[in-house]
């Protein structure tokens, strides 16, 4: 096959409408074959002679899309050295923009012989292996231009591509778990209706199945096992041919862009799926292990593990930042998303030993003019010492708030201790992000993710069932704690199914009507359960799909109240961290931004704060002098708001603050559906059920919410 030298940048497989550029970076390899493979599953070896500064390129004409291909890299077999070159594995291209195929297990995966892992297996892969595959980028997006919503103005609902459309009636069978089926009309519309901004999608990056998931009949469902960066997942695409997936992901995106609705990927740059050293060589171990991985400096022969997976990515060398940095950029110019998800952040963070917020990926990130402007959130933990680092990341990240996650539930159910906390949370968490210049959108609050109960198993559940992952129920969090009035799992009693409803109304509007950025998991709005399973990683099936048909038709309809009345009103959704300092409104009425209230109406003092048993609290919010935009400067007037808490197991009386408040209070929100709308005047008292929040509202303003919120 004729080959000319080509260049060395690009990395990956490039098209150029008359041929395409084939790149690898290897530092210790010592030779590269490039393997095209034809349609009956056959290569063709062609040895790569160019090379400058680690990348080895060539140059094939008349090769173009739909091209398969792989490699194979030449060097020393050293486990000890760190080391594990072997050109009997087929290796798939980390910048490979597409990928045929999956990886059927077989030892040949494997560059270590089963009977001693220091000794080289020479048997052949590539029978076994996904393929990459050459695409043309080209698409019409249709003039596509991205929403880019404002954070403050933002709800996010974190799905899984299968998860959220598998079940879904409307949506044709065929399109049933694939991109397709998040971009049909059913979806969108679902979506808008719940005012959501952003779809948060679970890992769309190619992934693998862990052999012993395969093994015990299971998959790797939640997709957190990448193999390619660049790739979107072929498994979810309901077209055939490794292409398909890229331009029905395109599809996708311009669909829901077309909705206003961005969409934020799931990614997991901080391991691969090759695992441990006794995991397969796919690509990266057998490209170049030293220089993409983590290797204990003790032992080179292990990896470093801050992921729980097996193994950690090298963020401390130039190519892996490098691989890193242009998967992001990808996926932002060429499949136009609006911003990531970093899954296991702080891992990213670790140059050294230590988690460091100034390490070199985010200086790259802070620096990089297309990454940089899109939505950056991070899950501020890893698995390695000091690995929780919520509040600490730089100024231009958001992060998902396990602080706020806690809090919330402690609260609700009726954990001791938890007030001033909990207004701490409802406010933005100010004490988590203020000091470095932040404001309350770099809080992503949630009640519930991926990761745990779902909203009805989390006031269903007192302890966890996840026999279905055949680990003996041994994964997952441990307990649940006290939220299933005394019942496990599903009941017929009223009672009981009355507490659960009303708990799963009032997390939801906490969630919505906090200060900073709500997350909502999908199903959580209708209800989905897990029957108690709160670790459904390996669970392709029924128990983690969103059964429509099942839907609870209340419960979505109060969601989507409550985030219509956040959406009306931006007090609820604040571009600073209150001051409390008093607002001079147009009626002349000066009053703090905000008032926290004892039930009997008068302003919490230092020490009731410290009130270890206490369990009710009111919350007045200013609607006057909103600031609206940073272009303009201008404040705008919203009304004035009550809110009303009672985590109490028992009712309790609350007394409506004294007029200078307000005269008269209209109900609009209740997640108990039992208290009277009359009566609402200043010094009146409010009889509140067990576990419900109220909101109230005064009677004048330039924005008012729906008629219909008190569901």
């Known amino acids: 096959m004729l080959v000319w030298p080509g260049t060395a940048y690009p990395l990956g497989a490039t098209f150029d409408g008359r041929g395409t550029n084939f790149t690898l970076f290897t530092r210790f390899g010592t030779a590269v074959t490039l393997c095209p493979v034809d349609k009956d599953g056959s290569e063709v070896l062609v040895p790569m002679t160019e090379v400058d500064g680690y ?221 441990d050293h006794l995991g397969p060589t796919l690509s990266f171990r057998g490209i170049d292990n030293t220089s993409y991985y983590r290797l204990d400096e003790a032992r080179p022969e292990l990896y470093v593990d801050y992921t729980g997976t097996g193994n950690s990515l090298n963020v401390r060398t130039s190519h892996t930042l490098q691989l890193i940095m242009d998967s992001l950029r990808y996926w932002v110019t060429e499949m136009h998303v609006d911003g990531f998800r970093f899954d296991l952040a702080a891992a990213l963070a670790r140059e050294f030993y230590d988690v460091d917020k100034l390490s070199s990926f985010f200086d790259l990130v802070q620096q990089d003019p297309i990454v940089s402007q899109v939505k950056l959130i991070a899950e501020p933990w890893d698995l390695g010492p000091g690995g929780y680092q919520v509040g600490n990341f730089p100024p231009n990240w958001s992060e998902w708030n396990g602080k706020y996650r806690d809090t919330i539930r402690d609260f609700w159910r009726g954990e001791p201790s938890t007030l001033g906390e909990f207004a701490s949370r409802l406010t933005g968490s100010a004490d988590l992000y203020e000091h470095s210049g932040r404001r309350p959108m770099a809080s992503i609050n949630f009640v519930t993710a991926h990761d745990g109960f779902t909203l009805a198993d989390l006031v269903s559940y007192s302890d966890k069932h996840n026999q279905a992952n055949g680990e003996d129920n041994r994964d997952g969090e441990t307990n649940n704690r006290s939220w299933n009035g005394g019942i496990e799992g599903p009941t017929h009693d009223p009672a009981v199914l009355l507490l659960r409803s009303r708990r799963q109304r009032s997390l939801i509007a906490t969630l919505l009507l906090s200060q900073g950025v709500p997350m909502i998991l999908h199903g959580d709005e209708v209800g989905r359960t897990q029957h108690g399973n709160n670790n459904a990683y390996a669970q392709d099936s029924a128990l983690s799909w969103i059964n429509w048909d099942s839907a609870d038709e209340s419960l979505l309809e109060f969601t989507i109240a409550v985030s219509r009345l956040r959406a009306a009103h931006p007090t609820f959704h604040r571009r600073r961290f209150f001051s409390g300092r008093p607002v001079m409104q147009p009626d002349g009425k000066q009053l703090p931004d905000v008032v926290w209230l004892r039930p009997d109406g008068s302003p919490m003092t230092p020490s009731d704060w410290t009130q270890s048993t206490e369990l009710a609290l009111g919350m007045y919010l200013n609607g006057g002098g909103i600031r609206c935009s940073d272009l303009t400067g201008s404040k705008m007037t919203d009304s004035d708001f009550l809110l009303y808490f009672n985590a109490d197991a028992e009712a309790r009386t609350f007394t409506l603050p004294p007029a200078q408040y307000a005269q008269d209070w209209d109900l609009i929100l209740d997640s108990s559906r039992e208290v009277p709308r009359t009566g609402l005047t200043a010094g009146g008292v409010l009889n509140i059920p067990p576990y419900t929040i109220l909101v109230l509202r005064e009677p004048v303003g330039t924005i008012h919410a729906k008629d219909h919120l008190n569901t």
């Open 55 to 275: 990348v080895w390129h060539g140059y094939l004409p008349g090769v173009g899309p739909g091209q398969r291909y792989g490699y194979r890299v030449n060097g020393s077999y050293e486990p000890n050295a760190g080391h594990r070159f072997n050109p009997n594995k087929f290796l798939l291209d980390p910048y490979a923009k597409a990928v045929e195929g999956a990886a059927h297990w077989d030892h040949a995966l494997f560059a270590y012989g089963q009977e001693d892992p220091q000794q080289r297996d020479d048997s052949d892969s590539l029978p076994h292996m996904m393929l990459g595959v050459v695409i043309d980028t080209a698409f019409d997006w249709k003039g596509d231009v991205p929403p880019k919503i404002p954070y403050h103005d933002s709800v996010i609902y974190e799905a899984h591509v299968k998860g959220l459309t598998q079940l879904h009636p409307e949506i044709p069978e065929p399109l049933r778990g694939t991109y397709a089926g998040v971009a049909h009309p059913s979806i969108v519309a679902h979506l808008k209706k719940l005012g959501i901004t952003a779809i948060e999608l679970m890992p769309v990056q190619q992934f693998i199945h862990d052999r012993f998931l395969i093994d015990r009949g299971l998959t790797n469902y939640w997709g957190y096992n990448t193999v390619g960066f660049f790739a979107p997942h072929n498994g979810y695409a309901s077209a055939p041919g490794a292409a398909s997936a890229v331009t029905e992901f395109k599809t996708m995106v311009r669909t829901l862009h077309q909705a206003g609705i961005e969409v934020i990927l799931d990614v997991v740059y901080n391991h691969t799926g090759e695992g």
